[in-house]
């Protein structure tokens, strides 16, 4: 069964199963049009008219011979041809996936997972904050000056370098811990002195995972992070331990205002 209904004057085709909109008539003019098999059969009724500016080596379907880069090109390497998988046997997922049903997945986002929340979550959830820097061989000097910069600054919890992938960071990083009333002065202070560096400033709530994948703001560019089996730590009671932000540095320097 499939809804019909106009814009513009084209007609939609809804169907209520699928939720996907058909090709209007005029958009499947052009796929007719554009379709290989199609191609093909209007080249070979208007070979002899395309000939005339083409040459005969066009007119039967050959590629002008290379000249310049790309015949050097050829000269190294000879024609390319496709790779072709050696590969046998029957696909793991059997023949039938394609007539599978569409199903709605339930929401990942926290509080979402049986539709839209009834109401915000307080933003007092929030109990401290995480600044992740992410840095390579080609921009760790970088993350020296912003660590010693920030360290000279805040009475922030710094975290040792990571050299290689920890936790859920797929690169190189340190990060430092900061408590909530800082918030209005760092996140500016990283906009101004980040250096490019991709920075991932994220909340500390009961729910690491969410702190990491739904709750995040990112200085300049964001990247992967690896948290989908975070699990909130507990308590020998069960309760979630939420993280605790205890400074390891004391401030030397004056902020620069
Ligand atoms: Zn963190």
Redesign the pocket.
């Known amino acids: 069964m499939c809804d019909e209904y106009r814009v513009n004057g084209d007609k939609f085709r809804v169907d209520p199963n699928e939720r996907t909109v058909k090709n209007t008539e005029i958009d499947q003019q052009w796929a007719d049009w554009l379709a290989p098999t199609r191609r093909s059969m209007l080249f070979g009724a208007g070979a002899a008219a395309i000939g005339l500016t083409l040459g005969e080596g066009a007119a039967r379907g050959e590629d002008p011979p290379a000249s310049g880069p790309a015949a050097a090109f050829l000269a190294l390497n000879g024609p390319i041809k496709p790779y072709i998988s050696p590969d046998t046997g029957v696909s793991e997922w059997g023949y039938e996936t394609l007539k599978q049903p569409t199903a709605r997945p339930k929401g990942l986002w926290p509080g979402t997972e049986n539709g839209l929340p009834e109401k915000p979550r307080p933003y007092t959830d929030i109990k401290s904050y ?1 600044a ?1 820097f992410y840095f390579d061989q080609d921009t760790f000097e970088k993350a020296t000056l912003i660590r010693r910069w920030a360290g000279e600054r805040f009475p922030v919890e710094l975290g040792d370098w990571n050299l290689t992938p920890r936790g859920p960071h797929v690169t190189p990083s340190f ?1 430092f811990g900061f408590t909530n009333d800082l918030l209005p002065i760092i996140v500016p202070w990283l906009q101004l002195n980040s250096l490019g560096l991709t920075t991932l400033v ?1 909340p500390n709530t009961d729910d690491p995972r969410a702190d990491h994948l739904y709750y995040t703001l990112w200085v300049n560019r964001s990247q992967p992070v690896n948290a989908y089996n975070m699990k909130a730590p507990r308590d020998k009671d069960g309760k979630a331990r939420v993280e605790k932000i205890l400074p390891n540095v004391t401030p030397t320097v004056k902020l620069e205002v």
């Open positions: 995480h992740h990060y994220h």
